[in-house]
């Protein structure tokens, strides 16, 4: 069973991270970009930063997975090392810009009060399991990064939430302000459970 969780998990991660980075290589508009004012998808701002939001994020949630392979960590230390800065550069720009566009999000203040939670805790997150790994602290920067990829992995969450979510309140507005915080806090909790569950068994 936790096998055949974790490949779905890892499916899902790769089908929605290939998903946003196609769109951006073939130059074909997000839906969520078409359902914008004229006036937003204008901006040359927003719609820069939200491609970069995008695709890193992409980036991010289509190789995050791999830095948890034992054998790459084992056998292939340089190559885990690298793949962790690609990670970690792609999450820094995707949560950095996150923040930005979070403002602009459909549901008002409170998704959007959400998005920015979520941003900037995936941002520090993922930079203290950075500083964590250079202190030589490799529990620590373990979990930290379990924590980073949890909120990576929102963006699969977020696309289960929010229809779910919709189907049950049939209030499209709530449905999306919900999922917008259920999407990630989830995500963590999930990942404190996986933490806890690793150092019960290490005992």
């Known amino acids: 069973m936790k096998i055949i969780l974790k490949i779905i998990g890892i499916g899902l991660a790769i089908i929605v ?5 196609i769109h951006i290589v073939l130059e074909t508009p997000f839906s969520l ?26 980036i991010a949630l289509t190789v995050g ?6 054998r790459l960590l084992t056998k292939w230390r340089k190559a885990h090392k690298m793949l962790g800065y690609f990670y970690v550069s792609s999450v820094l720009i ?16 409170v998704a959007s009060l959400g998005f920015v939670s979520a941003s900037i805790v995936w941002f520090y997150v993922t930079i203290m399991a950075v500083i964590a ?23 699969v969450t977020f696309r289960i939430w929010n229809p779910l979510l919709n189907l049950l309140l049939n209030d499209e507005m709530a449905a999306y302000q919900v999922s917008a915080w259920e999407s990630w806090l989830t995500n963590l909790f999930v990942a404190f459970l996986i933490i806890r569950n690793r150092s019960i068994k290490l005992k």
Not at 65 to 70: E, I, N, P, V, Y
Not at 95 to 106: E, L, N, P
Not at 133 to 153: D, E
């Open 65 to 70: 997975w791999c830095l948890f392979s034992k």
């Open 33 to 58: 970009m078409l359902s914008k004012p004229r006036e937003l998808q204008n901006n040359t701002i927003w719609s820069f930063l939200f491609l970069l939001h995008v695709l890193y994020g992409g």
């Open 94 to 109: 995707s949560s950095s810009t996150g923040v930005y566009i979070a403002f602009y999000a459909d549901g008002g203040w």
């Open 17 to 21: 991270g290939f998903y946003a980075i």
């Open 133 to 155: 790994v250079r202190k030589g602290q490799l529990k620590m920067h373990r979990n930290l990064m379990i924590y980073s990829y949890a909120l990576s992995f929102s963006a």
